[in-house]
């Protein structure tokens, strides 16, 4: 009996380790996520206190910039598996993982390049798109600030991927705080012209953010050369010296990151488009659901970096039953975490709403009526959504980042919207239509993702030696 006890107890202990170190890595991680979308409430939250046509603009200069934006983030976290794997190989790597960061850092230049060329357009672009003359030239106003912001925050994307894969992720948090105390002072003193600062408006908000993404990233230099564990790898010596093939490796790494990034981003672009057109009442309710959906994304969001961490130190290792515990101690913690968001969502659906908006008004019945039955499809979305989110950032620990872009194309962009477009305006569902849609779209991907990894797991319980 004792041995039985025993051997149980020997069972449990590793993947009780396991939660706690992916935990423990995860936690920072969600924290720097929602200091980051902070950044983004504190711009809008500034700018709604100007006038409405401020605000509008704000809004279509932040929603052409989060696309280009969010495509160069998913090349930058491909450093992760990266260092994670060579990390795994070798705990005291210091060349390979120098090697890695520097290449960051190169991509970081080329990738920021035609997104400056892109955003220095952005008034062009917006009239194209049939926007208003007066609000275009406050939205390209507002780029021509907020667009040199871009390169700093891939730097400190790069940085913060490097401390993390070697699970210290705290110091990257403090900078993001950090960074949203400055971005709220400077907003306020350069949009309103407070402590002798001239009142810039729109622009002033750009610039407030183009310099809180530079401290953020200046931050990050001061912590990795004063620090003893991070100064040793010299990140900053001879970086101006190219390193091709590991250049290429990244972009053959990221590139499909980015892409699935984007095909996501892009849907919810068009599932607020598609609002719009069903009625003002539907893009408000959609607005105050998807909010509450980003607060909570973050925590599954936080779980899929540690998730690659952790399966790509494994997966270098050769570790089988390392990347296993890795993998599903990840998944069980992200997708746990977002079943009881769901849960919460279904019990107090106006306690939610209320956070938005005055539910006691009774100007806004029909938008918290509409808004409730969309959390309802939403706690749905939150479980596959968190499953789809985990099970990317475990298979990019394996370095599989190809399949999973074609898996989320097919499924946002093959399954997802056009079922969304068909039941919202044939079948008459409206914004009821849209998020079935959106959350069939994101349950195809989750459970093809799942298979996917479970096919590698199986793989490398056969053959372990194929991580090296």
Not at 232 to 250: C, I, K, M, N, V
Request: aromatic content about 12%.
């Amino acid at each position: 009996m004792y041995s039985i006890e025993a051997a149980a107890l020997a069972t449990a202990k590793p993947w009780r380790s396991e939660i706690k170190a992916t935990l423990a890595l995860s936690w920072p991680m969600v924290l720097t996520n929602l200091a980051q979308t902070a950044m983004t409430v504190t711009d809008v939250m500034i700018l709604g206190r100007v006038d409405a046509d401020t605000l509008a603009a704000g809004a279509l200069g932040t929603n052409l910039y989060f696309a280009p934006m969010i495509f160069g983030l998913g090349l930058m976290l491909a450093t992760i598996p990266m260092m994670a794997r060579e990390i795994g190989r070798n705990r005291h790597s210091v060349r390979d993982v120098r090697r890695t960061v520097r290449q960051g850092f190169w991509a970081a230049v080329f990738i920021a390049l035609p997104i400056w060329l892109l955003l220095w357009h952005g008034e062009e672009i917006l009239l194209l798109l049939g926007q208003e003359q007066k609000l275009a030239a406050a939205a390209g106003a507002y780029l021509h600030a907020l667009q040199w912001g871009l390169l700093p925050f891939y730097g400190y994307i790069v940085l913060r991927s490097f401390i993390t894969t070697l699970e210290r992720p705290g110091w990257a948090t403090v900078a993001a705080f950090v960074a949203v105390g400055f971005n709220l002072l400077a907003n306020w003193a350069l949009v309103f012209g407070h402590l002798g600062f001239p009142r810039l408006g729109i622009v002033g908000s750009g610039i407030a953010t183009s310099l809180s993404s530079l401290l953020m990233f200046v931050g990050m230099v001061l912590v990795v050369l004063l620090d003893r564990q991070f100064r040793r790898y010299r990140l900053f010596g001879r970086f101006w010296r190219a390193d091709w093939p590991r250049f290429w490796q990244l972009m053959r790494l990221g590139m499909p990151i980015a892409a699935m990034m984007a095909f996501e981003t892009t849907l919810f672009n068009l599932a607020a488009f598609l609002m719009g057109i069903i009625g003002a009442t539907s893009l408000a309710a959609y607005a105050i659901v998807i909010q509450l959906c980003s607060i909570s994304f973050m925590v599954p969001l936080g779980v899929n970096q540690a998730a690659t961490v952790r399966v790509g130190t494994a997966y270098g290792a050769g570790d089988a039953a390392g990347v296993s515990r890795a993998g599903w101690a990840a998944y069980g913690v992200g997708v746990g975490f977002m079943a009881l968001s769901a849960l919460v969502m279904i019990l107090m659906p106006h306690w939610l709403i209320s956070l938005f908006i005055d539910t006691g008004d009774p100007a806004n019945a029909e938008v918290v009526a509409i808004a409730a039955s969309f959390l309802v499809f939403a706690a749905l979305f939150q479980i596959v959504d968190g499953a789809q989110a985990v099970g990317a950032g475990m298979l990019r620990g394996l370095h599989d980042t190809g399949v999973p872009m074609v898996i989320a194309a097919i499924g946002y962009w093959g399954v997802g919207m056009p079922l969304g477009i068909l039941l919202a305006f044939h079948f008459g569902l409206a914004g009821v239509g849209v998020w079935i849609g959106l959350s069939a779209g994101l349950a195809v991907v989750a459970v093809l993702l799942l298979a996917r990894w479970l096919r590698s797991e199986r793989r490398m319980r056969l053959d372990p030696a194929m991580a090296r």
